[in-house]
């Protein structure tokens, strides 16, 4: 991220970033479905569920997973080799799938824990899309809206799901 950020990836280094990435995010949906599955609380998936709605889209609005499928064709990679998983790494995949199954099998509020780093993410768009803008001016604009779209929803995510670890760990044993 650090070199992505100061530009100095080459457009191969960055097609790989897009494609890796893509995996986290086409799982996020099925994360959120399996937090939603465990859940007790139907006011909080009444909440929760947007994030599915978000990258899957709906029938008017597009979802973070195809606004990703599509930076990733900005940058020449195909849809096929991007579902596909033709270009991931063994690393990322291992680390994604670790993430789904934590959800799995932890305790529902716990999974909603793992959510946090959404704390960080309204500042890591901005920086994101900025390093985008600036160095890799090959990528045409309308397909960074994944990034811009989070700038927005990061922060409602984020305050959602502190909001329920606050409210549901109140021992010291909760919230370690």
Known sequence: HQLMNEGRLN???????????????????????????????RDIRRRWI????DHDGTGETMGGIEKWLRMGEATGLSRKDLEGDRLLLPGARYAVDAYVNFVRVRPWVEAVASSLTELFAPDLMAQ?????EKYYTWIDPEA????RSRLTQAPRDSEHGLSIVLEHCHTREAQE
Do not use: G, H, M, T
Not at 12 to 40: G, H, M, T
Not at 50 to 53: A, F, N, P, S, V
């Open 11 to 41: 457009q191969e280094q960055l097609r790989l970033w897009v494609a890796n990435r893509f995996y986290y995010q086409k799982n996020i949906p099925i994360k959120d479905a399996i937090l939603l599955s465990r859940c007790p609380d």
């Open 50 to 53: 947007q994030r599915i709605l």
């Open 128 to 132: 994101r899309l900025a390093a985008f």
């Open 144 to 147: 960074l809206s994944y990034f």
